[in-house]
């Protein structure tokens, strides 16, 4: 049981290019999310998807666009990347119940970005 | 969702246990206390959860008042991997679909050999 999986976990990106993290899950969660972590400002959420087939805005969601093809997996793209997406990039997710997400979130071990 | 309060620090000795408390007076009847933590460069952990009754699982155990006022992470064995920023959160059990948790500052402990 691997849990939540990130690949890649570093990655240099000069700007204008582009990019997609994967995300992996082998715990059957139907709800997945993927955060950014940078220094003094906490996760942000950027997008989040509540089953396969189905993806949704975030709070940070600009610059980034994500599918969910299949169950297990979330993919988070770049399109053209900016140095202000310089950060460290979480994948979670988390069982449901009745339609709603437990708050018993499980991480990956992050990828982190950087972007000259 | 309720305000949670913790100590910026603390130390502990390795071997000993490490008592991290938080206060969330403004807690409301159907909000769980949530436990993670954040060892460095590494994603965030879930560690425990409970509501009213203390509870523990193979990493820790939560003690939490009878008024449910403030509660207390115990590491019973700190080891050196224990080092880590410890958040406590205060949500209901279950959350909509921008279910995104949200972490304050938390408590760096600091295991000492």
């Known amino acids: 049981n691997a849990g939540v999986t990130q690949t890649p976990k570093f990655r240099v990106l000069k700007t204008g290019q582009s990019m997609t993290l994967l995300c992996a899950q082998d715990?059957?969660?139907?709800?997945m999310y993927w955060y950014r972590q940078d220094p003094g400002m906490g996760l942000r959420l950027i997008h989040y998807?509540?089953?396969?087939?189905?993806?949704a805005k975030g709070e940070v969601p600009d610059g980034y666009n994500v599918s969910r093809l299949k169950k297990q997996n979330f993919l988070l793209g770049l399109e053209s990347a900016a140095p202000s997406q310089t950060s460290v990039y979480f994948c979670?997710?988390?069982?449901?119940?009745?339609?709603?997400?437990?708050?018993?979130?499980?991480f990956g071990p992050g990828t982190r970005l950087t972007v000259t | 969702d309720a305000k949670t309060t913790q100590p910026t620090s603390m130390d502990c000795a390795e071997g000993r246990a490490a008592n991290l408390p938080c206060n969330h007076s403004?807690?409301?009847?159907?909000?769980?206390v949530y436990w993670y933590r954040q060892i460095h460069s590494q994603g965030p952990q879930y560690i425990i959860h409970?509501?009213?009754n203390n509870e523990t699982n193979e990493m820790a155990s939560l003690i939490i008042t009878e008024d449910r006022k403030s509660s207390t992470l115990i590491l019973p064995h700190a080891t050196l991997r224990d080092t880590a920023v410890y958040y406590c959160?205060?949500?209901?059990?279950?959350?909509?679909?921008?279910?995104?948790?949200?972490f304050g500052t938390g408590t760096l402990l600091a295991v000492q050999p």
């Open positions: 403004t807690i409301s009847g159907n909000e769980y």
């Open positions: 409970g509501l009213k």
């Open positions: 979670a997710s988390s069982r449901h119940t009745g339609g709603l997400s437990s708050y018993e979130q499980y």
């Open positions: 998807s509540v089953g396969e087939g189905t993806t």
């Open positions: 959160i205060v949500r209901v059990k279950y959350g909509g679909a921008t279910n995104k948790l949200i």
């Open positions: 715990m059957n969660h139907e709800y």
